[in-house]
T-cell receptor, first 116, second 112 residues
Framework: SQTIHQWPATLVQPVGSPLSLECTVEGTSNPNLYWYRQAAGRGLQLLFYSVGIGQISSEVPQNLSASRPQDRQFILSSKKLLLSDSGFYLC???????????????FGNGTRLTVT | KNQVEQSPQSLIILEGKNCTLQCNYTVSPFSNLRWYKQDTGRGPVSLTIMTFSENTKSNGRYTATLDADTKQSSLHITASQLSDSASYICVVSVRDDYKLSFGAGTTVTVRA
């Protein structure tokens, strides 16, 4: 069966510090991978998606970046965190597109990031 | 602009009672609509999916309906249990696209 691991679960970082959140998927090959941010009272916001190794598409201009060094590994990074980067970050995968009938998004359990 | 509006924002019900959540959307071209359940501090999990040709879908005590003409969907929870306390998110997808439109969710609190 497929599983998705996301860590850490919580993180408190000072403004200006770097960030690295990691997500790995098991049990499936060549998944589409996604990073979302969830703010209180708002819908999930797509930050990045990837259809293959090294292929990253950015949806929102910001000081975050993503990388996919391996087929089932997706990393969210920042060189210098801002206060506005605080939020709940969710990694997800789908095979194939999430608009397909039998292809829901499978989410990790998220990382609660607080920038102080 | 593709949008998904959910109501109410939150609700409190007593254990054993029923409730209905609403979702209105303006998404085109429509592919399908899913309801997700998100427990506090966890990632969302898919409950149901419906295309334009399906007007009802059940998953245990959860029943979703879809009216593609009026672009409305509802999620009905029957005989609520404490474990139903969660946020319920309506998600609409565009045909052949990776992007999804998310509602802000309805937070349901079930009290004993």
């Amino acid at each position: 069966s497929q599983t998705i691991h996301q860590w850490p679960a919580t993180l408190v970082q000072p403004v200006g510090s770097p960030l690295s959140l990691e997500c790995t998927v098991e049990g499936t090959s060549n998944p589409n991978l996604y990073w979302y941010r969830q703010a209180a009272g708002r819908g999930l916001q797509l930050l990045f998606y990837s259809v293959g190794i090294g292929q990253i598409s950015s949806e929102v201009p910001q000081n975050l970046s993503a990388s996919r060094p391996q087929d089932r590994q997706f990393i969210l990074s920042s060189k210098k965190l801002l206060l506005s980067d605080s939020g709940f970050y969710l990694c997800a995968w789908s095979v194939p597109l999430p608009s397909s009938y039998n292809s829901p998004l499978h989410f990790g359990n998220g990382t609660r990031l607080t920038v102080t | 602009k593709n949008q998904v509006e959910q109501s109410p924002q939150s609700l409190i019900i007593l254990e054993g009672k029923n409730c209905t959540l609403q979702c209105n959307y303006t998404v085109s071209p429509f592919s399908n609509l899913r309801w997700y359940k998100q427990d506090t501090g966890r990632g969302p999990v898919s409950l149901t999916i419906m295309t334009f040709s399906e007007n009802t879908k059940s998953n245990g005590r959860y029943t979703a309906t879809l009216d593609a003409d009026t672009k409305q969907s509802s999620l009905h929870i029957t005989a609520s249990q404490l474990s139903d306390s969660a946020s319920y998110i309506c998600v609409v997808s565009v045909r052949d696209d990776y992007k999804l439109s998310f509602g802000a969710g309805t937070t349901v609190t079930v009290r004993a």
